[in-house]
């Protein structure tokens, strides 16, 4: 920074912009709370969706599933071996995916699929074509509308896909259409959504675990309901006492309206030149496919007003997307007293030197955007509790993704909102690094609709 005195000012001013209150916490979970008992009720304007998983698992599934995960980065291929008593083998390969696959035809996206699994299935299983089907878990994690678990229609593309004829379409449908197209040795018994999956899994190994969440490139979680307070649902006649897991496409809360979460300007502008502007808007706050964004647009402002990097060279930074969530944490852990990461971070990957002040200042920002990513997660996650009455005996959340695996201080910061939110009960939410729910998850619950059939 150009001024002396200056770095106080801007940090200051960051600082009030990007700190959120208990107060305003309570204020987001109070509106999130009413957010999901409407997505409950039939034609409710917020989508929370019945998953068609009932019930949580029994610990006893057992066999060999299949899984694929397409749900933002990689597409991921497992066999998963469930051995009973919350134990379980995984061999898995990822895929990267292309941005060509992500926004063109959707045919070539699920043949795509089709294919990675079929080379998979080639290489682990050694499986001829008169074998017996094996039973595949599909992780979809987009919102769908569910009438069955091996059935969903896209309503909307989410975390920067936008591949063509997939939206209002059945993707189990299509990827079923690609299996076949390749003679793929699999049968698609399970259309599950990560955050479901996370769920189950969780609940195998741990039977504490209530509620699931994601934070990696989307965020979003589950929970498990009783078919009574699911109006949505009344048309099967389940028992009132049926549960049911609930995807509650979180990442939507407050879309379009935009009357409760305190966006600031470099929320707007990511939002607006967004493929999808209006939606998500609790997502693009919290999913490591903006936080990085955040940073770089604040930069960005400062380049421009002359504040920052004068004099320097700065286009490589004034390119959309170019700051990795991966950088924030980086800097945030750097153990250094001269920040040497955080030099290298700039230096290598964008040619700019930086002083010790400025450095010190990133970090700081860095601090802003990750806690308050960390407490308005922690806010659905209190919205939820508060609804199911988890306070009194408390609960496990089981957590996934890479930045809540990977992004320091991530879990003590939701630990600390939760108490801000609740005082001392809140002790009793503990979040813990999930089991892997759309490869484990997606087996188990393979193997629990196996059984209800
Ligand atoms: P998925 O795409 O299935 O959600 P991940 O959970 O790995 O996969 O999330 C990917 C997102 O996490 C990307 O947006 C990426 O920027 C971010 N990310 C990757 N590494 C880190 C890290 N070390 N710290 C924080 N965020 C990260």
Redesign the pocket.
Known sequence: LTRAGTIADHLRKYESLLTITPQRMRMIVTAFEETLDKGLQRGGEVVVIPTFVFGWPSGKETGDFLAVDL????LRVCLVSLYGEGKFEVTQTKYRLTEEQKQGEGSELFDFCAQCLDSFIRDNLGRGDDDELLPLGFTFSYPCEQLRIDHGTLIRWTKGFGAANVEGNDAAELFKDSLKKFNVRAELTALINDTTGTLIASNYVNPDTRIAVIF???CNAAYMETAENIPKIEFMGLPKSQDMAINCEWGAFDSFKHEHLPRTRYDIIIDESSNKPGEQSFEKMIA??YL?EIFRLILAELIDSGDLFLGQNTYKLEKAYAF???F??LMESDPTDELLTVIGIFNHFFGIETTLEERQFFRQLAVLIGTRSARLSACGIAAIVQKKGYLEKGCAVGAD???YN??PHFADRIHEALVDIFGEAGRKIVTHHAEDGSGVGSAIIAAMTKKRK
């Open positions: 749900g933002g980065t990689n990696g490139t989307g490591g496919l990085g990795d969530t991966a924030l944490s993704g890479s930045l990977k992004y």
